[in-house]
């Protein structure tokens, strides 16, 4: 099992940068796939982006690519999204997730991923 924590949200101005950053509990941190998902007021969760357990693939996004980068650091069980060019619609309650099953692909779907933090608050003002 591992627990996650994630911090660095707040609230921006459109155009500005914000990294987001999630520390996992537990000495198997490399075994998980990693995801960002995000879920605005009145919307569902969505996904966001998604690292292997190397750190040597990615994904994302339509709606952040070129924007927003996931990156990982096994060595001290943290997982980071940094987000440039930030607009009012990425405002929203961010989340990190942790999947367990290796499945040849990374996932983006929700309900695949088995650990969730608390989530952490992006608001992004016009």
């Known amino acids: 099992q591992v627990q996650l924590v994630e911090s660095g949200g707040g609230l921006v101005q459109a155009g500005d940068s914000l990294r987001l950053s999630c520390a996992a509990s537990?000495?198997?941190?490399?075994?998980?796939?990693m995801g960002w998902f995000r879920q605005a007021p009145g919307k569902e969760r969505e996904f966001v982006a998604v690292v292997s357990r190397s750190g040597g693939e990615t994904n994302y996004a339509d709606s952040v690519k070129g924007r927003f980068t996931i990156s990982r650091d096994n060595a001290v069980n943290t997982v980071a999204l940094q987000m440039n060019s930030l607009r009012p619609e990425d405002t929203a309650v961010y989340y990190c997730?942790?999947?367990?099953?290796?499945?040849?692909?990374?996932?983006?779907?929700?309900?695949?991923?088995?650990?969730w933090g608390q989530g952490t608050q992006v608001t992004v003002s016009s």
């Open positions: 537990g000495r198997t941190f490399s075994s998980y796939a």
């Open positions: 997730a942790a999947d367990r099953v290796y499945r040849g692909t990374l996932s983006l779907r929700e309900r695949e991923y088995d650990y």
